[in-house]
Structures are given as structure tokens and as C-alpha cells.
């Protein structure tokens, strides 16, 4: 907790650097003062005997404000006091049943519906980490990602039955107890719960049950695709969760806000923003079970939503809607998030009012985290005397074609100057630790980079490429490596690969992402090379990918190759192929087009490739 004090230390400095940051000043000192304010709580609450928890905090706001609504959803309201009952009916229930105590994880299988927060709120009342499942994936990626988080428990919600179904064998071959919050009978081994729920007490439960959780105690695990392999589960401190929960009340937000939260609860920032932030401001969630272009403002304007939650997508949809009269008809005052481009922001603006947007950068296992709290458009954050303090980061020179860090002839990394792309890194210390990630040593050694300014130090690597201007603002340039982003979600390279080498016909993989005109994010495509003899097989290979990924991570185009270009270090030649695209008047290699309708993979023709870019097909 010292970084917190050192903080307090260096705004004693702020006058004098009042010169440098000249035209941001005021800004800089808003967002300094919010941020020490909660820097203060933050130290108070650690301090506390037992620990003060967004749990203590939501019990607090439940007396204080028992009648206020806490989550609309789908025309029903819950206030406080549901959720509050509601959440100790769970606890009570899964305390007799499956005997939980605290520390033992949970993991939630629920899509964006309000029993995942009460489901949520009684495991943490029992002081059990839960571990927050992606309700896309399916079969082996839903397998390892229930395992590496060491659930001895999973909680599903009904409609999820059959993905359940599915891994039930290897389930129960681990001794897994599967309980499924549905009003069915038992069946199979899946264990019903609703009835359960239902007849158990709403007494409250008794804090001694979590008397050993510590800020630095998992209070989550949240799953990311960092850059190789299946998913990984990064633990999520209750250091963590308060402090992205301070993210709303450091971009302004307040109790009297209604907070649109249509991001998934299954990532950090839906989650740990949304639902966590709304706890510890007191607010009003309208929560949708996936993002609607078209119910978006009717949404805002029914329940006077104040601030919304966005990733890059959703100001282009919003913007691609027909245009209509009321299109500034609302209050919604506040925007978080990120990944929207600054020609996008500018269209909104022009069509939506006056909506102050609060770009962030922040990974949910990283240990550096940036927030636009300017005014300048298209930055993603703005370093201060206060980030440097918190976070000592810093942007190194990267080689694109080699993937790797340059270094120079003592082996050492070299710094990015101003306004040169680098590669973001962040220092690891005792205040900014990286934990890693459950059950996977060997990926939480491949984040760190030692030997980066001196011999022997340790860095988080962010795989992000940024860029600092003269000014100090972050800009964000683009992610390096094996994954890339598309409709919002991180999909690995390497865990398609491993999908795409399951297909018959496919000799080898080498998955990348493009740009597509029009959209954020880069779509999947992949080179492949076909075993000997062997044609490819348009049915099979999308029945594979269909068995095995979430829609977002299939690649939509395939390229077939003679062989396969390899750099010197054995690594896949890919900034070629990235760059070459998916055009068929460019390639000479047959080119293919996953059609999602007809299930199957089509020859890329010259007409595709213009219904893609002119947008008549929608991807
Ligand atoms: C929204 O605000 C208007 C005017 O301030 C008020 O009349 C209306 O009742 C509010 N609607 C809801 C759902 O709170
Ligand atoms: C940063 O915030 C300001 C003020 O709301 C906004 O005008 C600007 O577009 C934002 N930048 C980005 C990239 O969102």
C-alpha cells in the first residue's frame, strides 16, 4: 500500500510541474484528485479487520438504500434488497448442498442475466472465488478453461444445458459437481438447483464465513486470450476488483447514475466496471443480455440511462443505424471504455450529442493501466506525474517481423523516443504485481520479460503496441503477436491453429488476423497447406471450427498454400500474409470464404470480396 503514500508524496510536487502540463493542467489535477481519494479508501479498507470487501460494500448500500433499484432487466426490477436476499437464498442453499467453504473456487457458466450477479454475490459472501466462464465457448475450450481455474464445483445456468451436457463425462471422471440453476428435475448427475434456492433461508450470512479474505486474496478468476494457446484463467485480486471499481467514480460517475451495462459479465470490463463499479457507486444497472444496435437509444431514453459502457464496436453500430429524429433524445452524459477511432468518435459526437467519452487502456491481468480523462481526441490516456508513480511502464523498441523486443549488443532492451511505437511493458514489484495465471506457469512465464534495462529486472509484457506524443498522450497502435481482436473478444492464433490442425485434410495452420474495411479489430483468416493428395474439404473444416469455437474465432477466410513460409527462428512467417489481406484480384493462392448460412467454406470470387468491402454482406 506504500505506492498509494509515495503518490500523496509526489503531488506535493504538482506545482512544479504545473509549467510542463500547462494546457491540461485542470484536467490533470481533477483526475489526480479523484484518483488520491480513492487511493485513501483503498488504504483504509486494507486496513480494516476483517477486510472491507465490494461485498461489505454492497451490504452497506443495501442499508442504506434497500428500495433502490439495482438491476432492470428485460421489463423486471431488482433493488437492493432482492439482490441482497436473493444472493443470501444462494449462499444458503449452495452452503447445505455442496457443502462450500471459504476459498473454494466456483465456477459460473451463466450468460448476461441478473441470477450471475446474485449467484455471484452469495458465492463471495461465502469468500469463494468464482471463476467467470465465457458462456460461448464449448466443448475442449470449455473443458480447459473449467480446469485450469481448480473448481471443484460448476454452476450453469438452464440454457445452458447442452453445452453442460457435452463435458459431463470428463466432468464426472474428475469428480466435478455440476449443479444447474433450473427448475427441471435432476437428471444425468446435474443437479438441479432452483428448488433448492428457492426453499432456502434469505438470512443473511455471517461475515466470520470470509473472516480470512485479504485485499491480496483471488477474489475472481476472469479469463483472457493472452497471446498463445487456449484461454487463460488471470487471477483477480480483491485489490483488483477495488480498483477497477473505481474506474466509474474516477470518470465522474455518481450514485444517481443509471449504468447501461451490455458488455458480457464474463470480462473484466462488464464485470469489473459495470457491476463491480456500480456496487461501489450505489447506481441503478439496465442490463442487456447482449448489445442491440437498435434498442440502444430506445433502451437510454425508457430508463434515462446516464452513462454507458463501450468497446470499439459499438460507436460504429451505433452510428451505421439508420438516422433518426430523436437520435440526441437522451441523457446519457458518459461513455467508458474502449477501442473506438477517432473519426468514429467525432461521427458520434456529431449525431449523439455531447457525450464525454472515457477511453481506457487497462489489461485485466496487467499491472499498467491508462484513462483518457482529456479532451483530446483519440488518445487513449495521458501520462502524469501520478501514472509514472503508480506504474512504472515503459515502451520499448519492438521487431514486427521477428516478433520479439530489439536488443541491443549487451542483450538489453531499447527505450521508444517520443512519438515512436513501442512495446508497452510494465515493471513488476511488490505494489504492481503481475500473479499470472492459474494452472499455467508456463504462460505466466512467457508475460514476463527479464533483462529489459538492466540485468536480472522483471516486466510484465503487455503485448500492445502504444505511442507517446510530445504532449504525453498514449495512443494505441496495435497488438503484436499471436492474437488479435475482433467484435470485442481476443482470439489466440494458436489455440486455432491447434483447431485447424485437427481437420483431415490440413497439413499445417498458420492463423492471422486482417483488417476488413469498415470494422474494428482484424478478422480471423488463415494459410493452410493440405496433406498430400488431399483436397480441401469446405463442409468438414467448418464442422470442426464449429465443434470447437465461438463464431467470433473462425476463421472466415482460408488461403491454401503449396508451403508454408517459416522466418529463422521457426516461427510462421505472418506480417506478408497479414499485409496481403484477402483480396483474390491480389492473391493467386485459391482463396475461400466461411458462408455461416450454408455451413460451409465457398470459393473467395471477386463478387464476395466486393459485397465484404462495399458491406452488403454482413461479417
Ligand atoms: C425519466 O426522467 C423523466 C424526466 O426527468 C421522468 O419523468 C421519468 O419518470 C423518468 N423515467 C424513469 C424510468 O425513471
Ligand atoms: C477522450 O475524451 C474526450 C472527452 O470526452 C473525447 O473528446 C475524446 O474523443 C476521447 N478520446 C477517445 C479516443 O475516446
Known amino acids: 500500500m506504500i505506492w498509494w503514500f509515495t503518490l500523496l508524496a509526489a503531488l506535493a510536487l504538482l506545482p512544479a510541474l504545473l509549467g510542463t502540463f500547462y494546457p491540461y493542467f485542470f484536467q490533470d489535477c481533477v483526475y489526480i484528485y479523484r484518483a488520491v481519494g480513492f487511493g485513501i479508501r483503498l488504504i483504509k479498507y486494507s486496513k480494516k479487520t476483517p477486510f472491507y470487501s465490494i461485498v461489505d460494500c454492497f451490504l452497506d448500500a443495501v442499508k442504506k438504500h434497500p428500495k433502490k433499484a439495482f438491476v432492470h432487466f428485460e421489463g423486471k426490477t431488482f433493488t437492493y434488497l432482492d439482490v441482497e436476499r436473493q444472493s443470501n437464498k444462494v449462499a444458503n442453499a449452495l452452503r447445505s448442498v455442496a457443502a462450500l467453504k471459504e476459498g473454494d473456487t466456483v465456477a459460473l457458466f451463466i450468460g448476461n442475466e441478473p441470477c450471475f450477479m446474485w449467484t455471484w454475490l452469495g458465492l463471495a459472501k461465502l469468500g469463494c472465488p468464482a471463476a467467470l466462464l465465457n458462456f460461448n465457448i464449448r466443448s475442449r475450450s470449455l473443458l480447459h478453461c473449467f480446469s485450469c481455474c481448480g473448481a471443484n464445483v460448476l454452476i450453469a445456468a438452464a440454457d445452458l444445458r447442452d453445452a453442460v451436457e457435452e463435458i459431463l463425462p470428463a466432468l464426472k471422471e474428475k469428480g466435478i459437481t455440476v449443479y444447474l440453476l433450473s427448475d427441471e428435475q435432476s437428471a444425468n448427475g446435474i443437479h438441479s438447483i432452483n428448488q433448492k434456492i428457492a426453499e432456502a433461508s434469505d438470512e443473511p450470512l455471517s461475515p466470520s464465513l470470509r473472516s480470512n479474505v485479504r485485499i491480496r486474496t483471488t477474489a475472481l478468476y476472469i479469463y483472457t486470450s493472452g497471446t498463445t494457446g487456449l484461454p ?42 459495470g457491476l463491480a463499479g456500480s456496487i461501489e457507486r450505489g447506481n441503478t444497472i439496465v442490463l442487456k443480455r447482449k448489445f442491440s444496435a437498435s434498442q440502444f437509444w430506445d433502451d437510454c431514453r425508457k430508463h434515462n440511462i446516464t452513462v454507458m459502457q463501450y468497446i470499439g464496436e459499438t460507436m460504429r453500430y451505433l452510428c451505421n443505424t439508420p438516422k433518426k429524429e430523436n437520435d440526441r433524445d437522451h441523457k446519457v452524459k458518459i461513455a467508458i471504455g474502449n477501442g473506438v477511432r477517432p473519426d468514429i468518435w467525432k461521427e458520434f459526437h456529431n449525431r449523439f450529442g455531447r457525450i464525454y467519452v472515457r477511453e481506457l487502456y487497462a489489461a485485466t491481468e496487467g499491472n499498467v493501466g491508462f484513462i483518457n480523462y482529456t479532451d483530446k481526441v483519440g488518445v487513449i490516456g495521458r501520462i502524469n506525474i501520478l501514472s509514472k508513480v503508480l506504474f512504472p511502464f515503459a515502451l520499448i523498441k519492438f521487431d514486427i517481423e521477428k516478433d520479439e523486443p530489439v536488443r541491443n549488443s549487451q542483450g538489453l532492451c531499447i527505450p521508444a523516443g517520443k512519438d515512436e511505437v ?100 482484424r478478422i ?41 513460409e517459416i522466418t529463422g527462428t521457426f516461427k510462421m512467417k505472418k506480417v506478408k500474409l497479414v499485409e496481403e489481406g484477402f483480396d483474390p484480384a491480389q492473391i493467386q493462392d485459391p482463396l475461400y470464404f466461411l458462408d455461416l448460412t450454408q455451413k460451409k467454406y465457398i470459393p473467395l470470387t471477386q463478387e464476395i470480396f466486393n459485397s465484404i468491402t462495399s458491406q452488403d454482406i454482413k461479417l
Open 232 to 273: 487463460k484463467a488471470a487471477y483477480v485480486t480483491h485489490e483488483r476488483v477495488w480498483a477497477a471499481s473505481f474506474i466509474q467514480g474516477v470518470c465522474g460517475a455518481t450514485s444517481e447514475d443509471i449504468f447501461y451495462l451490455n458488455l458480457p459479465l464474463y470480462h473484466s470490463a462488464g464485470f469489473l466496471i
Open 422 to 521: 513501442g512495446l508497452l511493458v510494465g515493471k513488476i514489484t511488490k505494489h504492481t504485481p503481475f500473479v499470472g495465471y492459474a494452472g499455467n506457469k508456463q504462460q505466466t512465464d512467457k508475460k514476463r520479460l527479464s533483462d529489459v534495462f538492466v540485468k536480472g529486472d522483471l516486466y510484465f509484457n503487455s503485448g500492445d503496441l502504444l505511442r507517446i506524443d510530445h504532449q504525453n498522450f498514449v495512443y494505441f497502435q496495435d497488438r503484436v503477436g499471436d492474437t488479435f481482436r475482433w467484435k470485442g473478444e481476443n482470439v489466440a492464433t494458436t489455440e486455432v491453429g491447434d483447431i485447424l490442425g485437427m481437420v483431415d485434410c490440413i497439413d499445417e495452420a498458420n492463423v492471422y488476423g486482417v483488417k476488413v474495411e469498415g470494422h474494428e479489430g
Open 524 to 564: 480471423g483468416m488463415a494459410a493452410v497447406t493440405l496433406k498430400e493428395g488431399r483436397e480441401f474439404d469446405c463442409v468438414n473444416t467448418c464442422s470442426v471450427l464449429a465443434n470447437y469455437l465461438p463464431v467470433y474465432a473462425r476463421p472466415r477466410f482460408i488461403r491454401i498454400q503449396n508451403s508454408m
